[in-house]
C-alpha cells in the first residue's frame, strides 16, 4: 500500500528533525542484490563487525557465489563461523543460492525490479530463513525500493517515539512504519533512525539531555524519572 496519502506527521515531523541534527541522506547502492542477500543474512543476530569479518573471508575463498554450492559445507562453517549461528547461516546461504538459480536458471535477483515492493518481499520471505527484515535490506540497499528495514534501532527509537504500539513485533513492524512515512523518505527514516538509536537514542542509557527530538519526545519524561525500562 502506497502511503503518500496516509503518512503519520509526527513520523514526518521526526525525519525532518533528525535531517537537520544528522544532514541529509543521499541513497546509493551498497552491495549487488545477491551479495547484500549474503551480507544480510550473515548479520541476523549479530554485529555488522563480526558479519562484516565472516563475508570478507568468505569473499575471499570463492570466485563467485556460485562457487558456494561447490564448497563442503563444513568449510563454508569454518568460513563464516566469526558471524556465529554458522549452522543455520550456512544452510540458509545454500538454501537462498539455490532458490534463486531455481527460478531462472542463473545467480541473478534483477527480476526483483519488475515486482511491486508487496511481491518483491513476499518473494524474498519465500525462502527458508529470510524474514521481512532481510528481504527489506536487499530491496532497500540494492534496488533503491520504498522498504524500511527495521533492526533492533529502528525497532526501539520507532517505540520510544510512539509510531506504534509496543506489542507490536519487530517483524509486523516493517509495513506498518512504511504506511506512516512517504516512499522518497523511507531510506531516509532508516538511516537516520539507525544512526539516531547508536549515537543518542540507546539501548540502556539514552542521552536525552542531547537528543533533537527531546522537547516533542513522548518517552523523555519517562526516562528522566528513571520510570521507562
Known amino acids: 500500500m502506497k502511503s503518500d496519502s496516509i503518512h503519520d506527521n509526527n513520523a514526518m515531523k521526526y525525519i525532518s528533525l533528525l535531517e537537520e541534527y544528522y544532514g541529509h541522506v543521499i541513497w546509493k547502492p551498497r552491495l549487488d542484490p545477491i551479495s547484500e542477500l549474503i551480507f544480510t543474512i550473515l548479520t541476523q543476530h549479530t554485529s555488522d563487525k563480526n558479519a562484516e569479518k565472516a563475508y570478507m573471508l568468505l569473499v575471499k575463498s570463492i570466485d563467485s557465489w556460485n562457487d558456494i554450492l561447490d564448497i563442503p559445507i563444513d568449510k563454508l562453517k569454518s568460513l563464516i563461523k566469526s558471524a556465529g549461528l554458522f549452522n543455520q547461516k550456512s ?115 539514552p542521552l536525552c539531555k542531547t537528543c533533537p527530538l527531546a522537547s516533542i519526545c513522548p518517552s523523555k519524561l519517562a526516562f528522566t524519572e528513571n520510570l521507562y525500562k
Open 91 to 205: 544452510k540458509r546461504i545454500i538454501e537462498a543460492i539455490n532458490r534463486i538459480k531455481s527460478h531462472n536458471n542463473e545467480l541473478n535477483l534483477s527480476f526483483l525490479r519488475d515486482l511491486n515492493l508487496s511481491d518483491a518481499r513476499k518473494w524474498l520471505t519465500g525462502i527458508p530463513g529470510i524474514g521481512p527484515k532481510t528481504a527489506s535490506v536487499v530491496l532497500s540497499f540494492s534496488f533503491g525500493m520504498p522498504a524500511i528495514p527495521v533492526d533492533t534501532h529502528v525497532y526501539r527509537v520507532s517505540k520510544r517515539l510512539k509510531l506504534f504500539d509496543n506489542k507490536i513485533s519487530a517483524n509486523h513492524a516493517h509495513e506498518l512504519l512504511e504506511n506512516l512515512v512517504i516512499e522518497n523518505k523511507r531510506y531516509t527514516f532508516h538511516v537516520l533512525f539507525i544512526k539516531h538509536g547508536r549515537e543518542i537514542c540507546k539501548a540502556i542509557k
